[in-house]
Each structure stands twice: as C-alpha cells, then as structure tokens.
C-alpha cells in the first residue's frame, strides 16, 4: 500500500527545512534573547495546538526556562472573545520574556487576545500559524486582526486550508493532518539554533537533561530548575 503521508510529509520537512532557515534563526534569537535577559518562553497552543506547545515544555533535551499556559477547556472556547483574556490575566508575563503562539488557522479571539496582551506589557511574540492559509480566513476577533499580524517572528507551517492533506478515493473531504509534523520540526528547530546562539554568546543554556541517561549531571539540572522554579511552576 502506498503511503502518502508518509511523502507529504517528507516534501513538507525539505520545503520548511528550505523556506523557514530565516525565520528559524530569528526566533531563536528572541528566545535566545529572552533566556540571557532572565526571561523565559511562555507556549500557549488551543485544541490540538497544544501538542506544540506542551513539545518545548518540560521536555528532556529542551530548555528549562519554558513553561505552558493550559487551557482547561481544550479548545472549546477558542473561538469566543473573551477566552483568551481569562486565561492570560492568570499568568505571569514578563517584558523580557518570548510568548510562543501556535495556531493553524490563526483566525480565533484566545490566541489574539494574549497577543494583544503581551504586545502591550512588552513582550516579544513568536507565531507559530500556516500563513498563507491563514491570509484567506476572515478574523473572529472584534479587532479584524489575524494572529500572524502580532508577530515579532512567524514561523510558517507551510499546511494547507483545513490542515488535512490526503485525498483518498471514495471519502469526501481530506484527511490527515500536517500541522502537528510541522510544529513540532520548527519549535525543535528553533530550540536547536536558540541553543547554539547562548553557547556562541558564551552563555551556558538551561537545557533540561533527561533523568533517564546515566551521563546526566543531576545536581547541575537541580540547580536550573531551582533558579527557574518560581516561574515555571506558578501561575
């Protein structure tokens, strides 16, 4: 049996891999910038967004400096104005700090919301969102504004209308999604070159070994998770 996916999905990686090094690089050197100014990256993702942002947060080989706004509703209320503003009013945000925004669509009020807040205490913004899909929806935010138009850095997707990529005979509509393939390819990414930028700077990253390989220095990882714990722990 022929796996389409499989192919989409490799034609997908060498087309960001090609299309997204600038981006990449400039995300990460707000990141970088963030973590060597005493801030962190903040990740929020709705519905099935969250997977993105759950991928750069207490994750083994990522950054301790990271930490998730958790949507209780799992994206049941994305859509309406006002959800984004009771969920980000509970979170501590920093100037310094870099907020990290996933959505495919990029259409709906949560996401804008804490951008439009972050804009406003100063903080820089990292889009995640398939932009030119995005460009043909229509905004539901009373503002008119899609996600991508708050961005510091846009990392593009490259997914289609609706996500879904694979025809199959007999089935009306697509299916198969890429956006998650794709997230999860640009937030490493971006991780790998924010890394690569601290050690070049001659500043030690806060990367979070796993506890489960015997070179891991333990009183090393305890002390950046001790530094970092008042804000990736709370509210």
């Known amino acids: 049996m022929k796996n389409e996916y499989i192919e989409n999905a490799i034609r997908l ?21 963030a973590i060597m100014n005493d801030g962190i990256m903040i990740a929020f993702g709705s519905g099935h967004s969250v997977v993105g942002a759950k991928e750069i947060v207490s994750r083994a080989g990522g950054l301790f400096a990271a930490k998730q706004i958790k949507d209780p509703s799992d994206g049941a209320f994305e ?7 009771a969920l980000i009013k509970r979170v501590e945000i920093k100037p ?9 669509s990029g259409r709906n009020p949560a996401s804008i919301e804490m951008a439009i807040e972050a804009k406003r205490i100063g903080a820089k913004i990292i889009v995640v969102t398939a932009l030119e899909a995005s460009k043909q929806l229509t905004s539901r935010h009373s503002s008119g504004k899609l996600l991508y138009e708050f961005a510091d850095a846009i990392l593009d997707l490259h997914s ?7 025809e199959v005979e007999g089935v009306q ?10 997230t999860v390819a640009l937030l490493q990414s971006m991780i790998l070159y924010a890394v690569k930028i601290m050690v070049s700077k001659g500043y030690n990253p806060p990367v ?4 489960n390989v015997d070179y891991a220095p333990a009183n090393r990882s305890l002390e950046i998770e001790k530094k970092y714990a008042n804000r990736i722990y709370r509210i």
């Open 13 to 33: 990686l060498q087309e960001i891999e090609v299309k997204e090094e600038e981006n990449i690089t400039k995300a990460a050197q707000l990141v970088a910038d």
């Open 79 to 85: 859509q309406l104005e006002g959800s984004g503003k």
């Open 96 to 104: 310094e700090d870099v907020l990290v925004l996933i959505s495919n």
């Open 160 to 166: 289609v209308v609706g996500d879904a990529a694979i």
């Open 173 to 182: 509509g697509k299916i198969c999604g890429t956006s998650t393939l794709a």
């Open 208 to 211: 979070r070994v796993s506890a």
